[in-house]
């Protein structure tokens, strides 16, 4: 299909030529790649430290670009989210993607109603297949960062029908650097 054969080449290309600095695939394609899905998605983030817009790469295939910076501060966060990347090789092409505690954090943040249920689905999996293999000090570090405490309560809900001790590592982590929310 010519979409498989070339979507993946010309991501890279892209974001070569049209980003300034280094970049990872992030969000829900960073979580299906960690879990070995090398489908073409609908909609692609990647995350980098300079552009913000969405971007049609091919047909109905569109790259979502995405920057982390503090609020209250000027400076930018990509440094830090950038160091919990891994590579990942798909059809002899590489790719800098979201480490799978990050992939976990990006994908909870913000789903549309028509993914939620989805991203609910592969974050259970997950946390029921590899649970004792996941970093708890890693999720501290995000918060620590001031950033992705909507997702860290939406992980402490999905963790609470699966596993309590793991649910429990997690309030602690959201009564320590965090808050909850209802």
Not at 25 to 33: D, H, N, R, T, Y
């Amino acid at each position: 299909m010519i979409i498989e054969r070339f979507y993946r080449p010309l991501v890279k290309k892209h974001c070569c030529e049209y980003l300034s600095s280094t970049w990872y695939i992030g969000g829900v394609k960073a979580l299906e790649l960690n879990l070995a899905s090398f489908d073409a998605p609908e909609e692609l983030l990647i995350v980098n430290q300079s552009k913000q817009s969405t971007e049609v790469l091919m047909f109905d295939k569109q790259i979502v670009f995405k920057t982390y910076s503090k609020a209250k501060e000027k400076g930018n966060l990509f440094g830090f989210f950038c160091k919990l990347t891994k590579k990942i090789t798909i059809h002899k092409t590489q790719f800098p993607v979201a480490c799978l505690e990050l992939a976990i954090l990006e994908s909870l943040y913000n789903p549309s109603m028509v993914s939620q249920g989805y991203v609910d689905e592969l974050v259970k999996k997950v946390l029921r297949k590899q649970r004792k293999s996941l970093d708890t000090t890693l999720r501290a570090n995000i918060l620590k960062k001031n950033k992705h405490h909507t997702s860290i309560n939406r992980l402490y809900k999905l963790s609470k029908t699966l596993n309590e001790e793991l649910a429990e590592k997690i309030k602690a982590i959201i009564k320590k650097y965090g808050y909850f929310i209802n």
